[in-house]
């Protein structure tokens, strides 16, 4: 896999995880306060995987890397944490039902729920607590199992890739996320089993237009460079339009479409001082560790605030919200370093494999 680093896709990765904080956090009221659309988050990491494993696996999979040998090694960079999480979330919701908590789950759904959950496969639709969501423990993870599926066709496809393929593909893509936005009335789809095929319909148009932005960038980039954090204020932007406008499904939309695929591209070459950049690449460190355990963090908080005799969460507004946030990432660090790092170094020991001998050509120092 190829080492270079983009630390302007890093910092976007980063805020864009804490924006799906924002989102998930208990405000008061119908819709976050914070950056009202901050679901769009999901397809702007959907254009950043496609054009960050087009980089780290293109050429492998050209090369002779295996369907299974690369699947694996997605495996072993999304399962550690994913597990870490949904074990805590689950054990969350475990201590609910001890206690008696009426809104836990029985325990027949919270067994039906965890085994496919365990399996990173979406839980079977059911009633009371856990309701049509596929994954109750990591509400988030919708998105990695569409991740893992788009993983796969791609390397089905890597040795097709041609550029007509991949036009044939993004239209495809582009079709499916204009009947999905039309459809919902926006491209919050995903989450739950009502909208669960809406998530298929984001990643594809995405991670493709992700993937071709990598092979066609020498061709696309601009004549210019714009500061990294630029982008990153650019996104916030995009996620801050209220969902009172008129015109929400096109606007959606426009941003999956030529928004992010435009930030992408700018990010990708953008500049910055030295500052930015070690924030870029800590930020990057944490999102995925954010992602997937800001979930269970939550249920956590709450639990603690209500043992403790504290307020409710959603009543502190936003310092509820900055508490929530530091805890997260707090959590992702810690989590990032002392576990996922090495299950991902021991899991890619085991993996490697030495390569075969052979009479063709001869061996390279």
């Known amino acids: 896999m190829r ?13 864009a995880a804490l924006a799906i904080v924002t989102r998930h956090f208990p405000w008061l009221g119908d819709a976050p306060v914070a950056l009202p659309r901050s679901y769009l988050a999901v397809d702007l990491f959907f254009v950043l995987s496609g054009f960050v494993i087009a ?9 002779g890397m295996g369907v ?12 550690p944490l994913y597990l870490l999480a949904t074990l805590a979330g689950a054990a969350v919701w475990l201590a609910a039902m001890a206690a008696g908590d009426p809104a836990a789950p029985a325990p027949g759904h ?6 496919p959950n365990l399996l990173m496969l979406p839980a079977p639709p059911m009633s009371a607590a856990l309701a049509d969501v596929p994954y109750p423990f990591v509400g988030p993870a919708w998105s990695l199992f569409w991740e893992l599926a ?35 009335g926006s491209l919050d789809t995903g989450p739950y089993w009502s909208s669960f095929s809406g998530g298929a319909a984001r990643v594809v148009w995405s991670f493709f237009a992700g993937v071709a932005l990598y092979r066609w960038r020498p061709r696309l980039r601009p004549g210019f460079r714009v500061p990294g954090w630029l ?3 650019a996104m ?17 939309f426009a941003c999956a479409a030529i928004g992010f695929p435009l930030l992408v591209l700018l990010a990708a070459d953008a500049h910055d001082p030295a500052v930015p950049r070690a924030a870029g690449r800590w930020l990057g460190y944490c999102s995925y560790g954010v992602y997937v355990l800001h979930g269970p963090v939550l249920l956590m908080l709450e639990r603690a605030l209500s043992a403790a005799g504290g307020p409710p969460l959603a009543s502190l507004g936003y310092a509820g919200a900055l508490l929530f946030a530091a805890l997260a990432l707090a959590a992702a660090w810690a989590a990032t370093r002392w576990i996922d790092t090495p299950a991902r170094a ?3 020991a085991r993996l490697a494999r030495p390569a075969p001998l052979t009479t063709r050509r001869p061996a390279v120092p």
């Open 150 to 184: 788009v993983n796969l066709a791609f390397a089905v496809l890597a040795l097709r890739l041609s550029r007509r393929v991949i036009a044939r593909v993004l239209a495809a893509g582009l079709a499916l996320l204009a009947v999905a936005a039309a459809s919902h």
């Open 236 to 252: 916030l932007l995009l996620f801050s339009v209220p969902m009172t406008m008129p015109g929400g499904a096109a606007y959606d």
């Open 346 to 348: 021991w899991l890619k």
């Open 3 to 15: 080492s270079e680093r983009f630390e302007a896709l890093d910092m976007l990765r980063g805020i």
């Open 55 to 63: 980089h780290g696996y293109g050429r492998a999979l050209a090369g």
């Open 231 to 233: 982008t990153t204020c």
């Open 110 to 115: 919270w067994i039906a729920a965890l085994i």
């Open 68 to 79: 299974r040998a690369f699947m694996l090694q997605r495996l072993a960079r999304l399962g």
